[in-house]
């Protein structure tokens, strides 16, 4: 890809705003604005039973209390799936002794760098929860055909559950 003229328009807590000229083959230049987002995991707990566990909590940008596997942001440098197990034990309480990759999303990439990392966790154990400090999360435990059907039927909407739902109920048992 060649580029030409960038820019970062703004440097937030999360997020920076870098804005490019690209060059589209023999269209010639063209303005983008590129979210850069420093990536995340998300990790699908399934219990031994069949059912899993995700989280209900405030997501301000949709403006609505979603239902969504386990998630967080990377560090820099971070290994993905240290940061699920470590996701997965703040918002759940879960510790897994088991991680199997189901791939990765590019979760909008007309406008965002993000990579999110997804991960099914197995041999489940309960401990204590740990949220950050701004983070409200009610568990929901339910079987995972239900959560399927909740994501085919729009209940569950987040991307990156439904991609992860998918992926693990096409994976077999």
């Not at 580029?3 to 269209?27: D, H, P, S």
């Not at 760098?113 to 099914?120: A, G, R």
């Not at 009610?138 to 729009?154: S, Y």
């Amino acid at each position: 890809m060649e580029t030409r003229n960038g820019a970062t328009l703004f440097r937030g807590l999360v997020v920076n705003i870098e804005q490019m000229e690209v060059r589209v083959g023999a269209k010639g230049w063209h303005t983008y604005q590129i979210v850069r987002h420093p990536g995340g995991v998300g990790v699908l707990p399934l219990h031994d039973d069949g059912t899993v566990t995700l989280i209900r909590q405030l997501r301000p940008a949709a403006g609505a209390f979603m239902l969504e596997l386990p998630a967080g942001r990377l560090e820099p440098g971070e290994d993905p799936a240290q940061c699920g197990l470590r996701e997965l034990a703040e918002e759940t309480g879960l510790a897994a002794a088991g991680l199997e990759t189901l791939g990765l999303i590019h979760t909008s990439p007309g406008v965002f760098d993000e990579i999110v990392h997804l991960y099914l966790a197995t041999g489940l154990t309960q401990g204590e929860a740990d949220p950050e400090a701004y983070e409200e999360i009610e568990t929901v435990r339910l079987p995972l055909a239900e959560a399927v059907q909740m994501a085919l039927d729009g209940r569950i909407s987040d991307g990156k559950t439904i991609t992860a739902l998918f992926r693990a109920e096409r994976r077999g048992p």
